[in-house]
């Protein structure tokens, strides 16, 4: 695992020391093709220079054998030949650099000059002491000497020539060529080499003497410095190149090479980023995949996914768990499932055919199921449409629970509720059972009277049928009142299943308040009802209603046992609100505090010492289960009022 880790780290590596490589290549042939294009010029330049040093050399070299040639003629004869005349005009030119030339005998005295010098003319050092040095040296060396550079009138920088003219009869004197910087410079330069260079000539201290020069940039780098030599004198031939015209092919050549390295850099570092972005989401989706998997793996919901035709894509463990095959059986199966149960078969391929019809209810459907050890079991299946990326319906996902052991739970606490029910009613007539023997017997009593009576009737020698008609008539009215009164207690204790009917809820409440109507009078309290007439009925449960009135109205009395006679009233009244029945149960008791009123619906709470605490929790149930509700409201006259709500029931 490390060697794969290096090596994805060398090969993700390579890509980018191979764009640095080529970027060094790029700026190396750059550098070297500039370095050639500097060292190329700088050749030029050399060569230019020393053609210059040569040509110059050369003019000198002429004009001194032509100042001998000249002097040979005027020093040599008593007088000057026209032909000497002739080639000292001609050699005294601009074009030549000479602006003098002068002719001085054996001793060094001035015999003539070309052209003559004026009177109050200043020819500086040319006759001075540096010039005899001059003269002197040539003497002595019999071969021509360059004297040093000097200011001349008008601060014209010239420096000499003393060529030595000997003849047959030995040292004759020397003929003395003046030349001028400025005009040797200028005038000796061809114009392609001026366009290309400024030439300068510096003095020992670095001083510019005179210079050839246009308006234009000079390089920085271009520059080449010799002697010259002659005439020497620590003079300085320094040329320097012009910056030469922008070669825009080379320029856009190497930009193009830049801006085509800079975007493959550019592009190596997009497509790094996208890489690494590709890498972060992939590591994202592996963590994300394996993240739903230990999910999917550890949760408790079967999950299947179906593709339009109802054939199976994808089941969980859970799925197999729960109905006992492999994801390999049931991968690709269609329907019929290996795990409907054969007996709803019927049934279960109709909820099947709806939901692929796109009737999958939200709250999802309840099946049996078969396992595939042919175990049963009940299933909640909830589904919903799958949608791909591009928003289009590809299937369906469905979530199952196994809700056996709920569902056996919910059947227990449904028996364990009507067995409380049952025990609270129980209850409730034992607390009424004194009153109910009151109550029973006075029928009793006088039925006993009244048949004592027809005894005593019949006794007698002469008995009076219409008489004993209207005491049998009154028997039997008493033996109704107590059957009437044992029945109401049968009804409302024995135990039986919930059932739904539609129920009178005016009626309901007439016998409910008839069964406890002996207690009420015991205690001292009054019944009122406001009972709306023509309400429709109700779906729902005789026994658990009445239980839900009598427990509302003993409650009340049981609020109002401190109060005072006058108030001592509890309220039963009916109305329609929409849709929906409502009971309200008032009474005038001492109310109902906020830290009772939100424990009051709790199992095992109450108020009462002698109380259980389940009568208003088994009432609310009630009340749920008819998909109503039960709730408190303070009496504005004092006291509290109970309200039912109880659906109204649609034809």
């Known amino acids: 695992m490390i060697a794969l880790s290096a090596r994805q780290r060398w090969l993700t590596a390579v890509p980018y020391l191979t764009v640095l490589l080529f970027l060094a290549v790029i700026a190396a042939l750059v550098w070297l ?89 200043m020819l500086g050092e040319s006759l001075g002491e540096q010039s005899a040095s001059s003269f002197r040296l040539a003497q002595a060396l019999e071969r021509r000497v360059y004297g040093q550079a000097y200011a001349a009138a008008g601060n014209r920088q010239q ?28 005038h000796e330069l061809p114009w392609w080499f001026a366009e290309r260079y400024r030439v300068s000539v510096l003095d020992g201290d670095g001083r510019e003497l005179v210079s050839k020069s246009k308006v234009a940039p000079l390089s920085d780098r271009q520059s080449y410095s010799m002697a010259f030599d002659p005439p020497g004198g620590d003079l300085t031939l320094q040329v320097t190149a012009y910056q030469g015209e922008t070669r825009w092919v080379q320029v856009l050549l190497i930009g193009s090479i830049l801006l085509l390295g800079g975007i493959l850099v550019w592009s190596v570092l997009q497509l790094r980023r996208e890489l690494q972005r590709r890498h972060r989401a992939e590591q994202a989706l592996r963590s994300e995949s394996l993240f739903r998997r230990a999910m999917e793996d550890s949760m408790l919901t079967g999950l299947r996914a179906r593709d339009l035709d109802g054939r199976i894509t994808y089941v969980n463990p859970a799925f ?73 319906h590809t299937g369906w996902m469905g979530s199952m629970l196994d809700i056996t052991a709920q ?4 059947e227990l606490a449904r028996q364990q509720e009507e067995r409380l029910q049952a025990t609270s009613r129980l209850i409730t ?50 033996a109704r009142r107590a059957g009437d009164i044992i029945r109401r207690v049968h009804d409302f204790v024995r135990r039986s299943e919930p059932k739904r009917e539609p ?39 005789p026994v658990m209603i009445e239980q839900v009135i009598v427990n509302l109205v003993r409650n009340g009395m049981d609020a109002m046992r401190d109060n005072p006679p006058a108030r001592r009233t509890v309220r039963v009244s009916t109305r329609r609100e929409g849709d929906t029945l409502v009971v309200r149960v008032a009474d005038n008791g001492t109310g109902i505090d906020p830290e009772t009123g939100r424990r009051l619906f709790e199992p095992f709470f109450t108020t009462k010492a002698e109380g259980m605490g389940m009568g208003l929790n088994i009432c609310r149930s009630i009340a749920e289960l008819h998909h109503g509700r039960l709730g408190f409201e303070t009496n504005p006259d004092g006291g509290t009022i109970f309200t039912l709500s109880l659906p109204v029931e649609t034809p």
């Open 159 to 186: 420096f000499e020539v003393h060529v030595p003219i000997y003849t047959e009869g030995g040292f004759a004197g020397a003929v003395v060529g003046v030349y001028s910087l400025h005009d040797l410079v200028t």
């Open 407 to 410: 569902k056996r739970a919910e």
């Open 429 to 478: 007539m034992g607390e009424m059972a004194s009153t109910l023997a009151h109550e029973l017997n006075q029928p009793l009593a006088a039925i006993a009277s009244y048949n004592t009576g027809c005894l005593n009737r019949l006794e007698q020698p002469s008995i009076d049928r219409t008489e004993l008609k209207d005491i049998f008539d009154r028997i039997g009215r008493q």
């Open 503 to 541: 129920l009178d809820i005016n009626l309901m409440i007439r016998e409910a308040i008839g069964l406890i109507e002996a207690d009420s009078t015991k205690r001292g309290m009054r019944i009122e009802t406001e009972l709306e007439e023509a309400l429709p009925a109700v779906a729902a449960d």
């Open 320 to 392: 197999c768990r729960m109905v006992g095959y492999s994801a390999e059986e049931l991968i690709g199966r269609t329907p019929p499932m290996p795990y409907w149960d054969p007996e709803f078969l019927q049934q279960t391929q109709e909820i099947h055919d709806r939901i692929l019809g796109g009737d999958a209810s939200p709250e999802g459907f309840e099946l049996r199921l078969r396992r595939k050890n042919g175990e049963r079991f009940d299933a909640l299946i909830f589904e919903a449409p799958l949608i791909d990326a591009a928003g289009r």
């Open 33 to 121: 093709t500039r370095s050639y294009d500097e060292e190329e010029q700088r050749a030029t330049l050399i060569s230019d220079v020393l053609w210059m040093e040569q040509n110059l050399q050369f003019k000198l070299e002429r004009n001194a054998a032509q100042l001998a040639q000249i002097g040979q003629e005027i020093l040599a004869a008593d007088r000057h030949q026209p032909q000497a005349a002739a080639a000292l005009r001609q050699l005294v030119r601009s074009e030549n650099g000479l602006v003098r030339v002068m002719w001085l005998d054996a001793a060094g005295r001035l015999q003539g000059a070309l052209p003559p010098i004026g009177e109050g003319e």
